[in-house]
């Protein structure tokens, strides 16, 4: 599975992703929105363990991001539903050093292209922080509007969506 816009390429998480990840997730900014703490590089190999093993169960998962131009891992981004979630997530998660590019929203439009358009997947949501500004911009850019308030795994959320067409 891979994904191309103009600057980005979404691919499966490889083993050579490990220590660029393992970097991010161990930044507290980064991991803010996302469990709300920073992870140790097990907790991060255990991480994208779950995101292949998400892949082989459901056929979908979130992918590695990096930059076309010199393969520089940016992120992750995909589609997100394990058992108990509220819905089919598109998810995103961007290095703090990538911030501000609009590369969050440039690989979510991509996701989303390919989830309506080939997977032919009714609606997506995303689940967001209600103190996350930078991600509701984001939900925004991409097209999905807010649906509701809730709380996932014990954390409040605001519920953004969209549907096909």
């Not at 970097?23 to 995101?51: H, P, Y």
């Not at 990538?98 to 439009?109: D, K, L, N, P, S």
């Not at 967001?128 to 509701?136: E, L």
Request: with cysteine; hydrophobic share 40%.
């Amino acid at each position: 599975m891979e994904l191309e816009t103009e600057r980005l390429r979404l691919r499966m998480f490889e083993q050579r992703d490990l220590e660029a990840y393992a970097q991010m997730c161990a930044k507290a900014e980064v991991m803010r929105f996302i469990g709300g703490r920073s992870l140790t590089r097990d907790e991060t190999w255990r991480q994208i363990a779950l995101f292949l093993g998400h892949w082989e169960l459901r056929g979908y998962g979130l992918l590695a991001v990096e930059e076309k131009d010199g393969e520089r891992f940016v992120g992750r981004l995909g589609l997100w539903n394990p058992e108990g979630w509220p819905g089919l997530e598109i998810g995103w998660a961007i290095d703090l050093p990538y911030w501000g590019r609009g590369y969050a929203a440039e690989g979510g439009r991509a996701v989303l292209r390919y989830a309506f358009e080939e997977m032919r997947i009714s609606s997506l949501i995303s689940i967001i922080h209600p103190d996350n500004t930078a991600s509701i911009r984001v939900a925004e850019k991409v097209g999905e509007t807010f649906r509701r308030r809730d709380v996932v795994n014990g954390s409040p959320a605001l519920i953004y969506g969209i549907e096909r067409g």
